[in-house]
């Protein structure tokens, strides 16, 4: 329970890198906002990404990998459709939130590994 709670607030963090670093990756609000945010992207995370990784299983292998980037910013996407208060205005903006999302995600993932 609490590794998913460290999750939900590396997402939160991981949405406000790309907040701060992406232009044309917006968050309309405050903390609570970005807290919102982060839980949704934990939530379809660990609902909805498992089962379209299984489908898209053939396109992960051929690409070695390559097309969970396409995976992730599919459901940074949905976090955007889901909630009026993250607005993604171009696909070049997906797509580098998308990488600095993961990028965040990825050294807070390591630091948390490193507490347990």
């Known amino acids: 329970m609490i ?3 460290i999750r939900i607030l590396g997402n939160s963090v991981a ?3 790309a907040y701060y670093f992406v232009p044309g990756f917006v968050v309309v609000g405050g903390i609570k906002e970005f807290l919102l945010a982060g839980i949704l992207f934990g939530l ?5 990404k498992p089962p379209i990784k299984l489908l898209t299983m053939p396109l992960i292998i051929l ?3 390559l097309f969970l980037i396409v995976i992730n910013a599919l459901m940074l996407w949905l976090v955007d459709y889901a ?7 171009s696909i070049t903006a997906l ?7 993961a990028v965040v ?4 993932s390591a630091f948390s590994k490193v507490i347990d």
């Open 95 to 101: 797509v580098w939130a998308t990488i600095v999302v």
């Open 83 to 89: 909630f009026n208060l993250v607005i993604i205005e």
């Open 44 to 48: 379809l995370n660990k609902i909805v």
């Open 105 to 108: 995600n990825g050294v807070i």
């Open 63 to 65: 690409t070695l990998g």
């Open 3 to 5: 590794g998913f709670l």
């Open 15 to 17: 949405v406000y890198a």
